[in-house]
Each structure stands twice: as C-alpha cells, then as structure tokens.
C-alpha cells in the first residue's frame, strides 16, 4: 500500500515571499502521479499542480513549482511571491498510474496548513 | 461550465439512521469518486464507479455504498450511521483513469448525534 507524509502540520510565510512544503511518499511502483491539492476554507480541493513519474522535468504552474527527487521519494511543493488567497491546506497526493481498468485512487498526507501574513 | 455539485452541503443525522449524499459530475467526466475527510485528516478513499458500477473500494464497511446513474451522477448511501461518520465526504470525478487530476466538490459536513 502506498502511504504519503507530510511531516509540516502547518507553517507560515509573509506576503510575497517564498516557502517550500514537503511531502514524502512510500510505494514500490513506477509509474504513478504525483499532485498538491489546496483546500481553502470553503473546503473544496483544488488541483494546484500535477507531476507524472516518468517525466524528469520538474513540473511548473505559475507561481508553483516542484521539486521531484524520484529515487529519494520526494515531492516538495515551492510557493513563489506567496498571496493572501494562498492562505489553505495544502496536501500531497499519490495516484498509481495502472494500466488496463480504472482503479485510479488518490492516497493524501494529513495536509500542511499555510498562512500567508501581510 | 459547472464543475462537480454535491447536495446537500450540510446534514446532520442521529445514530443508527440511514443517510443519501449526492454528486453531479463535471461535464464531460464520467467517473466518480467519493472521499471521506475527518476534522483535521486528509481524506481517505471509500469507492469509485465508473459506468454504473464500483471499480475499486477502500478500507470501508458494508455499511457504506453508493450507485452510479447512467447520467454519471452518483449517491453515497450510508447506513447504521455511528458517531465516527461524522466528516466532510468529498466527491470527485475525473475523465477515466484520472490522469489530468480530479475534480473535487465543495463536500457535505455530516453530523452525526
């Protein structure tokens, strides 16, 4: 079973710096994804970015970026000129990528909850 | 475009009834996932239907089910509800094999007394 660590229960940053949540995962798979969700108070998950295994390219959306160290089991979220509306629980998930059927489940980590301050 | 509606948004129930969430999909997604998020956890995977019938299942009892319609649209069905249900259930849909990522609905906050 694949298992994800957020080992950060919260952290805080001021407005337009930058910070970095971690995230550890546990599988022996291959081929998998990898995503952050944020989840502002309105509770609804947002999909912030998304990493396929097999790329090794670090994936880049906007303001977010990731650090993803395959071998080391490691996917850290980067928040660049971090915004008030930042403010959220973020959580890492893992996704196994197999083939032939639809047993495409998501395993979270307990979530790390960010607070941009003014 | 609408995304992923859940209704209700709030419910609260007592021991031992029996309670029905619902989910509408995203346009254009035909797989359906529901999640269970207690206070202060990540959420936890219960099932997944894709075309009207459950692909895979979590840790859950027998007690949860669900059903999906042939519109995509699906309920979770709780019964014997215990104090311990008490959480936010998610749905989420994607387009099969949820490669791109899920779409998540705002949840409903069930309570359990």
């Known amino acids: 079973a694949q298992t994800v660590t957020q080992s950060q229960p919260e952290m805080s940053v001021q407005e337009a710096e930058t910070v970095t949540l971690s995230c550890t995962y546990d599988t022996s798979e291959s081929n998998y994804y990898l995503f952050w969700y944020k989840q502002p108070p309105s509770r609804q998950m947002i999909l912030v970015i998304r990493q396929e295994a097999y790329k090794q390219q670090n994936a880049t959306e906007n303001r977010f970026s990731v650090n993803f160290q395959k071998a080391a089991k490691s996917f850290s979220l980067k928040i660049s000129d971090s915004q008030l509306g930042d403010t959220a629980m973020y959580f890492c998930?893992?996704?196994?990528?197999?083939?032939?059927?639809?047993?495409?489940?998501?395993?979270f980590g307990k979530g790390t909850l960010l607070t941009v301050n003014p | 475009d609408a995304g992923v509606t859940q209704s209700p948004t709030h419910l609260i129930k007592t021991r031992g009834q029996q309670v029905t969430l619902r989910c509408s999909p995203k346009s254009g997604h035909d797989t359906v996932s529901w999640y269970q998020q207690a206070l202060g956890q990540g959420p936890q995977f219960i099932f997944q239907y894709y075309e009207e019938e459950e692909r895979q299942r979590g840790n859950f009892p027998d007690r949860f089910s669900g059903h999906q319609f042939p519109n995509y649209s699906s309920e979770l069905n709780v019964n014997a509800l215990l104090l311990g249900d008490s959480a936010l259930y998610l749905c989420?849909?994607?387009?099969?094999?949820?490669?791109?990522?899920?779409?998540f609905g705002s949840g409903t906050r069930l309570t359990v007394v």
């Open positions: 989420a849909s994607s387009s099969p094999r949820g490669r791109y990522g899920y779409t």
């Open positions: 998930a893992f996704m196994n990528k197999n083939s032939g059927g639809s047993n495409y489940k998501l395993t």
